[in-house]
């Protein structure tokens, strides 16, 4: 496999990093009498009753550079998900898409790695095989994250001891309310999995990853700024860290949430299945 398919999937699973939160899209601020924690506990509540979510995602993933990105995802009954995303420091603004279906993750690194496997444009490899993790290790460093559920991060904030009010801004035409607070890692691994006794499974397997991680990037602080709705619900969200392998800055724009979200497999004709690649390369 080429060099230009393992920047693309690195480019294109890294984008999952911190895909993240509950989403809401009405106008309104949330009630005076809520203290800055309250306001964040209840948007932290809400984003447990999340089955789906559309977002836009902005910032600076560790060894993959500025990204950004546009997205969908259903979290129940089964997680799917489909992205498409631009990694301008890859030195092109060709999207690359993703997407995963069941138990199969599926990557379209364009045309240029459509040269390198006889003229198919998408890569396929099976997350419930025994080689899953030395395949996710040809994509990117960072491709696990593909399989984190994206409404787990936007309740790290309820980790955070130190979290306050900025003000009220307007996020794309709706009124919200700022708020930020700092945890670290260790502190949020023990705030969560003190949170998540009696909660439901998707949401604490989604903490999980997300947390796991941020150490395997040598993130050991995280700043949070959380924008919240007139609903109670989380419009915006940003993530900053210093890690060993990078600066990690990163803001999701929530655009819809609870609605139907249909991913399909690409076209098996146009598919390469990875597995079967490397099986290749290796009798060879």
């Known amino acids: 496999m080429g060099t230009s398919v393992r920047r693309a ?4 699973l890294a984008g999952l ?3 993240a939160g509950a989403v809401g899209c009405s106008k309104g601020e949330e009630s005076p009498a809520m203290t800055p924690a309250a306001a964040v506990a209840k948007a932290a509540t809400n984003a447990e ?6 977002y836009r995602m902005t910032g600076q993933v560790p060894e993959q550079g500025r990204i950004k990105a546009d997205a969908e995802m259903r979290l129940k009954p089964t997680v799917a998900m489909s992205m498409k995303m631009t990694v301008p420091a890859q030195g092109t603004d060709q999207a ?9 993750m599926y990557l379209n690194g364009g ?5 390198e496997m006889d003229g ?4 396929k490899f099976d997350l419930s095989g025994t080689g899953a993790g030395k395949e996710l290790d040809q994509l990117g460093s960072a491709s696990p994250q593909a399989q984190q559920n994206p ?4 309740t790290f904030l309820t980790g955070a001891k130190d979290t306050k009010k900025v003000g009220t801004e307007t996020v794309d035409g709706v009124s919200t309310t700022h708020y930020k607070g700092t945890a670290t890692v260790d502190e949020l691994v023990k705030a969560m999995k003190e949170q998540d006794k009696g909660k439901d499974a998707t949401l604490r397997e989604g903490r999980e990853k997300s947390l796991a991680q941020y150490e395997k990037l040598g993130i050991d602080k995280l700043t949070m700024d959380m924008w919240i709705d007139g609903e109670n619900h989380t419009k915006r969200f940003r993530l900053r860290g210093d ?3 990078g600066p990690l800055d990163m803001t999701i724009t929530f655009l819809g949430f609870n609605e139907p979200v249909k991913v399909t497999a690409p076209p098996a004709a146009d598919t390469a299945d990875l597995a079967e690649m490397m099986k290749d390369a290796g009798a060879e």
């Open 120 to 123: 198919k444009s998408w890569i």
């Open 49 to 54: 009753t999340v089955t789906s979510l559309r």
């Open 111 to 115: 045309a240029e790695a459509a040269k």
């Open 96 to 104: 690359v898409e993703m997407r995963l279906v069941g138990k199969a």
């Open 243 to 245: 890690g060993t392998k």
């Open 151 to 154: 409404a787990a991060e936007s």
């Open 9 to 12: 999937g690195g480019a294109g």
């Open 17 to 19: 990093l911190l895909a």
